[in-house]
């Protein structure tokens, strides 16, 4: 145990404890929605506040390599030559890593030319003369000869960094016979295997720790080299370079120039808001408060002091609600926060709260009625997660109006990569309190939750907070866009669309027979029965029985997943690989068909649920069940669609998208005088843009000359390269770049727009669709470049297809506003895919025809035509375009 009396220093290997934590945790359980893994920095970082917890440390620093490359290398190229690549999932993960440790206000130390355990070693020497008592956490054996009385190393065990094993003195001479000081000694004869240093054949720890026990010293021990009789005599004889050699590089240095002194390491307070900053985008939430407990200055232990309490809110009957709403609304400008609790799809509970009072009710007959003339009223009202209160307001009869604010809304809008899910998590971090709630583990809660008025009384306050930080052109996409589609959305999942049970129960058994069948052939194949759906099983057909070529290693072996296994099957062709995807695809055709089919009513129709916060461009998604994941354009997609129908009371569906949508985009965006001729002439966009690039007429454009422009087109907007370009279309590489070339020298506004719009990303940290929205890149700056190119890409896509999630946002709601005005029946039922499915009354279709092509066409003011396509029948596909 370290002296309580003398200052604790404790270092650490950056490097060595997040790759051991990289293998200790399942990669696939640590990951964000952007797909960066993380699990070597969740490791890490619980071992570390452990650590600190358990030790208490008043100086603190933890080291890391920064190249592969040391004076070690110098003298020997071979060392550590033996190590592999790090794993795809592993890169990227230590900046973030630093990063978090920056806003933790724990010292990161590098130096070029000398490894982690260098600054380690010279640090523990340093502390140690200057009277502190040292803790040395490494996963590296090298670290053992530091181990002095002053010196203790903490090394992690075998299952990870959980546990760590204490090493003092007497530890290291129980395990290994000497002293640390010793024990380079024994690796040099030994050798490290991770080092990619060879021992003496057929010596090992015992024999190492006999011979230098015998004569003192390694150097005594090479000078009497002869006189060690054996095979193992003969081998030392024959090695004694490269013991000489090992020696000379296990030996850690004690002196390099360091930036800092250990009297300069002393623990310093957190960054408490860039401790949550960071940690929200690792979304890391579990984690935090056990940072903030075990490093926390006191003055901020994670959460502040609240200014004010909430209040108690009074009970009323219904028509003190109504006066009470009356009396605060009297100037017809007062914003009041609404909640409903609801049960069963209907309001149970209503809270209602101004800045300084909470009143609450059970929902009846009376509370409706008298609430009514005000739910129903243009009064502002903010609603935290509204839609599903909408919905239930509506069940009840109450169309509510005035809707001005959704915080949790407004907060994806601010941070669409890491939107915060419930008013808990906007209140602790815009207010840094914590919202009272009870825990659902407890059949008697100790802590009473947020009553419906206090939970009121909170959302107002966060509005207030999200309103100051938020932007007036985000503020306009919320009260603009998101707020109005809000409203539809309610409407459409109400209403929910017509699936015919039928038709999806005989797919679904067409789907069966065929997995069965194509599983016969593929056992056929291989001469026995596996479990196709088995990873390991299939590793073992694949890789060994079939000797195909191995894929990209994961912890459990080699990748089968599909896309994996589909480029195999275009390099290595074989009938197994073949069968195995058809069973795959088969098999997941069904689980979406028996999805739909499971969510189907008793009334025939499916509600799903429209998620706004789903996607960080804009894009709506759903869920309960998830209709976006239909396949499209191929056969399974018609016989799918074909079972979406028409409800009984209506005529027919009618279809609505818009033609080429993202390209129009590009063109009002880049100001390119070529395409903004071709969409403004009408002529077919890829045969125009094909005309020019291959510098023939239009009418001699071919097939594939139109095929190859039009996956230029639009790989543009995603960012692809000239090596993605030729994969895609299978061409060389080089025609692809040249490909490439050809289209920039004739398109050249396109090329200047893209490179511009990420040189603006980069200095304004986001980007931002026509109408406002932002999506910020801080990955643009980033010193990794996986990361920085990543983010690179995703920034020439989000103004262009954010965009166009917008202007489809707009025509939604503005065609349902139109059929609600007019008085028509017929109404929006579903949009997937960037198309509208709306369902039309009888004798209505003239009408509903002329508002979806008017208010599509006017969703947005461009420099070119939105051309809208329009179909019409009795289901989905009859009426698909």
Known sequence: MTDPAKPTLLVVDGHSLAYRAFYALPVDNFSTKDGQHTNGIYGFLSMFVNLVKAEQPTHLAVAFDTSRHSFRTDQYPEYKANRSESPAEFKGQIPLLQEALAAMNVPVLTKEGVEADDILATLATQGAAEGFDVLVCSGDRDTIQLVTDDVTLLYPSVQGVSQLKRYTPDAVVEKYGLPPANYPDIAALVGETSDNLPGVPKVGEKTAVKWLTQWGTLDALLENADKITGVVGGNLREHLDDVRRNRSLNALVRDVELDAAPTDLAVQPIDAQAVRDIFARLEFR???????????????????????????????????????????????????????????????????????????????????????????????????????????????????????????????????????????????????????????????????????????????????????????????????????????????????????????????????????????????????????????????????????????????????????????????????????????????????????????????????????????????????????????????????????????????????????????????????????????????????VGARVFGVEPADVTPAMRTKVKAMSYGLVYGLSAFGLSKQLRIDQSEAKQLMTEYFARFGAVRDYLRESVAQARVDGYTETIFGRRRPFPDLTSPNRVLRENAERAALNAPIQGSAADIMKIALFHIHDQLVRDELRSRVLLQIHDELVVEVAPGEWDAVEQIVRERMGDAADLTVPLDVQIGRGANWDVAGH
């Open 286 to 688: 579990t984690l935090l408060p056990r940072v903030f407990e075990a490093m926390g200055d006191g003055d901020d232990p994670g959460h502040a002091e609240p200014s004010v309490t909430a209040p108690v809110a009074a009970e009323l009957d219904a028509d003190a609600l109504a006066a009470w709403i009356a009396e605060r609304t009297a100037t017809g400008d007062e914003e009041l926060a609404l909640t409903l609790t609801v049960e069963g799809g209907s309001p149970a509970r209503v809270g209602v709260a101004t800045a300084d009072a909470a009143v609450e009710a059970t929902w009846s007959e009376a509370v409706a009625e008298a609430l009514r003339p005000w739910l129903e009223s243009d009064a502002p009202k903010v609603l935290t997660d509204a839609k599903p209160q909408v919905k239930a307001l509506r069940r009840a009869g109450i169309r509510l109006s005035g809707l001005s604010f959704d915080p949790i809304l407004a907060g994806w809008l601010l941070r669409p990569s890491f939107p915060d899910k419930t008013l808990g998590n906007l209140v602790e971090r815009y207010l840094d309190e914590k919202l009272p709630e009870a825990d659902p583990t407890q059949l008697v809660p100790e802590t009473e939750g947020a009553t419906p008025g206090q939970l009121s009384w909170y959302a107002l306050r966060v509005t207030d907070e999200i309103r100051e930080e938020m932007p007036g052109s985000v503020a306009s996409v919320l009260s603009d866009i998101e707020l109005p589609t809000l409203d539809t959305l309610a409407d459409m999942e109400l209403a929910g669309v017509a699936i015919s049970h039928d038709k999806l129960a005989a797919f679904s058994a067409e789907l069966g027979a065929r997995a069965d069948d194509v599983a016969q052939r593929a056992y056929a194949e291989i001469g026995r029965e596996v479990n196709l759906g088995s990873p390991k099983q299939l590793q073992e057909v694949l890789f060994e029985q079939l000797e195909l070529p191995k894929t990209r290693k994961t912890k459990t072996g080699y990748s089968t997943d599909a896309a994996v296994l589909a480029d195999l099957q275009e390099s290595n062709p074989h009938p197994f690989l073949d069968l195995l995807l058809q069973h795959r695809e088969a098999t997941k055709l069904r689980q979406i068909i028996e999805s739909l089919d499971a969510s189907i009513g008793a009334e025939g129709r499916t509600h799903t649920t429209y998620l706004q916060t789903g996607s960080q461009t804009g894009r709506l998604s759903s869920t309960d069940p998830n209709l976006q994941n239909i396949p499209i354009r191929n056969e399974e997609s018609h016989r799918i669609r074909a079972a979406f129908e028409v409800g009984e009371g209506y005529e027919t569906l009618l279809t609505a998208d818009y033609s080429q949508i993202e390209m129009r985009i590009m063109a009002h965006l880049s100001g390119d005088e070529g395409l903004i001729e071709a969409f403004n002439t009408g002529e077919d966009l890829h045969r125009f």
